[in-house]
Nanobody, 122 residues
Framework: VQLVESGGGLVQPGGSLRLSCAAS????????MGWFRQPPGKERELVAA????????NYADSVRDRFTISRDNAKNIVYLQMNSLKPEDTADYYC????????????????WGQGTQVTVSS
């Protein structure tokens, strides 16, 4: 099983980024997925989660209406579109796999990606 994040970088406040998580080594469409982030010096926190077919999504209050999670089961990729970025969005962002949304939301799934860094600064 591999989860490989990409798309991070440096962006100005108000800007946008799209993160991707490429999955391999398992039947992607059988799992719910999530994005977490860990700001510098803080604990890892849930950003968004999506169920296996993309019809159910959950968001942290801090990102709702700015971020969108989606997935392409044909390409085995889960995305995180981030708009209206703020300095407080600066963090390492991680992809996470779980057998259910409840498991994903708790960060209790079985695999994590290596992370991609997002820095929001002018």
């Amino acid at each position: 099983v591999q989860l490989v994040e990409s798309g991070g970088g440096l962006v100005q406040p108000g800007g946008s980024l799209r993160l991707s998580c490429a999955a391999s080594g398992f039947t992607f469409s059988s799992y719910d997925m999530g994005w977490f982030r860990q700001p510098p010096g803080k604990e890892r926190e849930l950003v968004a989660a999506i169920n296996w077919n993309g019809l159910i999504t959950n968001y942290a209050d801090s990102v709702r209406d700015r971020f969108t999670i989606s997935r392409d089961n044909a390409k085995n990729i889960v995305y995180l579109q981030m708009n209206s970025l703020k300095p407080e969005d600066t963090a390492d962002y991680y992809c996470h796999r779980g057998e259910s949304l409840a498991v994903v939301r708790r960060g209790a799934g079985d695999y994590w990606g290596q992370g991609t860094q997002v820095t929001v600064s002018s």
